[in-house]
């Protein structure tokens, strides 16, 4: 697991969601390819933090914020560390800030990320 990655947060692996969400593998694994989940791997194994699931399906703002992400720069485990840590503009943790129907202050807040 990379040491940006935070400790505390809960993942769900590939298994887990097939279960949630009542969808195929494949089908799991399309939602990552197409972002509308973010997998990193953690010992090993592709996991999707919890924080990015909303009852059995990928939390909704979240697409649009990993494709801002991604057009950034970032790649996928520098996005989900992004969204995961404290951000000084917004006051807490992105993924916080999306959980409560702060999406567009959390895209604000990637507008000045490219690199």
């Known amino acids: 697991m990379s040491e940006n990655l935070t400790p505390e947060t809960?993942?769900?692996t590939i298994p887990d969601l097939v279960e949630r969400f009542n969808l195929?593998?494949?089908?799991?694994?399309?939602l990552?390819?197409?972002?509308?989940?973010?997998?990193?791997?953690?010992?090993?194994?592709w996991k999707v933090p919890a924080e990015f699931v909303q009852g059995n399906q990928p939390l909704p703002p979240l697409r649009g914020t990993l494709l801002a992400l991604l057009d950034a720069g970032y790649s996928?485990?520098?996005a989900v560390t992004w969204l995961l840590q404290h951000n000084d503009e917004l006051g807490e943790r992105p993924i916080d800030s999306l959980n409560?129907?702060?999406?567009?202050?959390?895209r604000r807040a990637t507008q000045g990320l490219a690199f």
């Not at 195929?24 to 399309?30: F, L, Q, T, Y």
């Not at 409560?100 to 959390?106: E, M, P, Q």
């Open 100 to 106: 409560d129907g702060r999406k567009s202050a959390v």
């Open 76 to 78: 996928t485990e520098q």
């Open 32 to 45: 990552i390819e197409d972002n509308y989940l973010a997998a990193v791997r953690v010992d090993g194994v």
């Open 10 to 12: 809960v993942y769900l």
């Open 24 to 30: 195929a593998p494949g089908k799991i694994h399309r």
